[in-house]
């Protein structure tokens, strides 16, 4: 059994942190703590954080769900892809992406064009676990969540290998997995 590799020390995270010259998009499913963990990364990194489920729905004046629900998925992405190209446009640190996202063809090209794309990984019974906790995600509303996660990872991850980096999140504190995004950043760079 081999040694996970040393995360980085605060002195290292500033050296790092002046490499990055472009916005670090977090991608992956419903529930494996993009926002959470994007909060905890920007103060890391010492940049800002948005999530732009948030910057959807305040450009909406609606939330998410009533988005869905009155005008449907399809409005919803392409909103989605809007609002995501005006976010990295504007060099956001830390962008914390809806689920669905990184899917759809533009949105992934604009990513990874002139993003870090991180895909944040793990497995469907956390992913159960994490979004049983709220019940405003519209996608688990009709069916059994683990049966629609576990599809939806099955279909999302050809998209999501796509990002420039993995990292799995574990149970642990959101400030290991920061870490460890910070330091796959750092071999990537």
């Known amino acids: 059994m081999t040694a ?45 954080f948005i999530d732009a489920d948030d910057a959807i729905a305040e450009a909406a004046q609606r939330s998410i769900p009533e988005i869905f629900e009155a005008f449907g998925e399809a409005h919803f992405r392409d909103g989605e892809r809007r609002v995501i190209a005006r976010l990295i446009d504007e060099g956001r640190g830390v962008i914390a992406t809806g689920g669905g996202a990184f899917v759809d063809p533009v949105t992934r090209a604009a990513v990874l064009e002139r993003g870090i794309a991180v895909w944040i990984d793990c497995d469907v019974d956390t992913l159960v676990e994490r979004t049983a906790r709220r019940n405003t995600r519209p996608l688990l509303q009709n069916g059994d969540p683990r049966e629609i996660l576990s599809r939806l ?29 910070i330091e796959a950043i750092n071999q990537w760079l």
Do not use: C, N, W
Request: aromatic share 2%.
């Open 4 to 48: 996970a590799p040393a995360l980085p020390e605060h002195s290292d995270i500033a050296a790092i942190a002046a490499r990055i010259t472009r916005p670090v998009v977090l991608v992956g499913l419903m529930g494996v703590g993009k926002s959470t963990v994007g909060r905890k990364l920007a103060s890391m990194l010492g940049r800002d």
């Open 153 to 181: 990872a099955q279909e999302r991850a050809p998209f999501y290998g796509e990002a420039h980096i993995r990292v799995v999140s574990e149970t642990g504190p959101h400030a290991d997995t920061a870490r460890a995004i």
